[in-house]
């Protein structure tokens, strides 16, 4: 049963992912709540799995002419470091504080999601 969940959590992981919100979003708590997996462990899975999420996000973007390369060194240089950086001190948080921090950045992202959402909703209702 639990291959089953992990193929479902995958999937709508992908499917997330590929609208643009984040696939960890719905991949890292089905791993550590449904699946009981370790919090380091789930988000370093998500991790993993967004490479090639991201490398065919990329390619299809460059397809569709929609990639900028003007000024992209001066984004990804600093994204990589912070990136490798802010890992480093995932890896030495305990489990518990990283949950709860990876809780906390939900809780904003849908509050701001939410304001974002807001005025799109009052256009509906006029």
């Known amino acids: 049963m639990s291959f089953i ?3 479902i959590a995958g999937f709508f992981s992908g499917f997330i992912g590929g609208m643009g919100m984040g696939g960890g979003t719905v991949l890292i708590p089905a791993l ?5 997996v370790e919090q380091h462990t789930a988000q370093a899975t998500n991790l993993i799995a967004f490479l090639p999420m991201a490398a065919f996000t990329l390619n299809v973007h460059k397809k569709n002419g929609l990639l900028k390369t ?3 060194l ?3 240089i600093p994204a990589l470091v912070t990136s490798v950086a802010a890992g480093f001190f995932a890896a030495l948080l305990p489990s518990v ?3 709860k921090l990876f809780g906390a950045f939900l809780v904003l992202l849908s509050v701001k999601l ?5 005025p799109n909703l009052s256009k509906l209702t006029s």
């Not at 550590?32 to 009981?36: C, D, I, P, S």
């Not at 939410?114 to 807001?118: C, E, Q, R, T, Y």
């Open 5 to 7: 969940i992990f193929v």
């Open 32 to 36: 550590t709540v449904l699946l009981g």
């Open 70 to 72: 003007q000024g992209l």
């Open 74 to 76: 001066s984004l990804v």
């Open 97 to 99: 504080v990283l949950k």
């Open 114 to 118: 939410f304001i974002d959402a807001k």
